[in-house]
């Protein structure tokens, strides 16, 4: 059954909001991509009709939004070949890390730095997808960029592919890209110089 409302609370900046029901009802939360393909951005006070759905914790979500008169048009499948695979690129690297620490190519210091991290910003993204949804409040963008800059980056590619979060605003994906190639270039240097290894031996007593 589709409901009518409005947009309310929208956030161009970080694509999503709430839809309001006509007459009674609980608002639902929308998302940028719930909208037809094509469709212009959504501003306050817009008339749409929608559908409703439920997400893990009972929550309202609306999908296959339209604007009020606009007609209907069929999604085109997304091509696989034209996304990162985040999740398989971010699980390579984790496992390679411990191949990497037993033949001795990667200092124990950066191997517990990288999954640890790696960890933290899983759960990070985690939390801020949650927090989208909910309404709360967000994990700054600058904090998710500090953690994958450190370390981070792998958890944070399975994370995005897994909960579809922080991987259409280009802005967010130039800073967590320049991020990555920061972090493997620090990581490269400090292993060649010998380091990492030498923290390694001074905190580990390896």
């Known amino acids: 059954m589709r409901l009518a ?4 609370g929208w956030n161009d900046d970080k694509g999503y909001g709430f839809v309001a029901p006509s007459g009674s009802g609980d608002r639902a939360f929308v998302h940028i991509k719930a909208f037809q393909p094509g469709s212009r951005r959504p501003v306050e006070g817009d008339l749409v009709s929608y559908a409703v759905t439920h997400d893990a914790r009972g929550r309202s979500q609306a999908t296959e939004v339209r ?51 790696s960890l933290l910003s899983y759960l990070m993204y985690w939390l801020d997808k949650e927090a989208a949804q909910g309404g709360a409040r967000r994990i700054p963008e600058g904090t998710l960029h500090l953690v994958d800059l450190l370390g981070g980056w792998p958890g944070a590619l399975i994370a995005q592919q897994q909960f579809r979060h922080k991987t259409v605003k280009a802005s967010f994906q130039f800073g967590f890209w320049c991020s990555v190639l920061a972090n493997v270039a620090v990581v490269a240097w400090l292993v060649r110089s010998g380091v990492a290894h030498a923290l390694t031996d001074a905190l580990l007593g390896i």
């Open 5 to 8: 409302g409005r947009i309310s």
């Open 67 to 117: 604007f009020a008169g606009q007609r209907i048009e069929r999604r085109r499948p997304a091509r696989p070949s034209a996304r990162i695979p985040r999740a398989l690129l971010g699980g390579v690297c984790l496992a390679g890390v411990v191949p990497g620490t037993v033949s001795g190519l990667l200092p124990l210091v950066v191997a517990i730095a990288v999954v640890g991290l």
